[in-house]
């Protein structure tokens, strides 16, 4: 969605942290979320951050939200061969979410 | 109840045909959203349901689209005179009530248009 940019591939080693980054533009989204999808499948939700937050962790999963700049990150440690998807950064936006075109993420081993 | 379930999850029609989708939602959720994702891009929304009533529409929703929920429960979401340009993955999501509640996706229907 044009609310929402992310860059469309990152490739890491397995092993090795990925940080996938996104920008939006709705200052008014309340939470951010991240979103797995996997080839064929519906939408995997993460993790979320609300908008008053700078950094949540969960796990492998390290959410930092800058909301001065309207950028949002999301590092997973430590890569498997099984994070291979699709990431998709998105806002809320009144009662509906706004997403990116989503990040191709590719855990060669 | 497991999960947001989508139906069928795989339809190919022929231009100009009527075609219907089915999606139960995890059963204590009142919120239904449909949104459509083309290849390459991320889900843009279509239509959102707080039970049976339906709230908001976006501007991609053309007449040919319509979407019901008439109990509150499940949703069909039916396209007339089909299209190739409605070629697309169809999913939809519910969540409770809440602003940031999180929502939940099925796995789709992937709609081919010949």
């Known amino acids: 969605g044009e609310d929402v940019e992310q860059s469309l591939f990152l490739s890491v080693r397995e092993g090795d942290s990925s940080v996938i980054n996104c920008t939006y533009t709705d200052s008014s989204s309340t939470y951010l979320y991240w979103y797995k999808q996997e080839p064929g499948a519906g939408l995997q939700l993460l993790t979320y951050?609300?908008?008053?937050?700078d950094m949540k962790q969960d796990q492998r999963l390290t959410v930092l939200l800058n909301k001065k700049d309207k950028h949002l990150s999301l590092r997973i440690a430590d890569t498997q061969t099984g994070d291979s998807a699709i990431y998709f950064c998105a806002g809320n936006n009144n009662n509906d979410m706004r997403f990116g075109a989503g990040t191709r993420l590719t855990v060669k081993p | 109840d497991t999960g947001v379930s989508q139906n069928p999850r795989h339809k190919i029609t022929k231009r100009g045909q009527n075609v219907t989708f089915r999606c139960d939602p995890i059963s204590e959720h009142n919120r239904l959203y449909w949104y459509r994702q083309t290849l390459g891009q991320g889900p843009e929304f279509l239509t959102y349901?707080?039970?049976?009533?339906?709230?908001?529409k976006s501007r991609l929703l053309s007449d040919r689209f319509s979407a019901e929920r008439p109990k509150g429960s499940f949703s069909t979401l039916e396209i007339q005179r089909t299209e190739q340009g409605d070629s697309a993955m169809y999913l939809c999501?519910?969540?409770?009530?809440?602003?940031?509640?999180?929502?939940?996706f099925g796995q789709g229907t992937r709609l081919t248009v010949v």
């Open positions: 349901f707080q039970n049976e009533a339906q709230l908001e």
């Open positions: 951050i609300f908008s008053n937050m």
């Open positions: 999501a519910s969540s409770p009530q809440g602003v940031g509640t999180e929502a939940f």
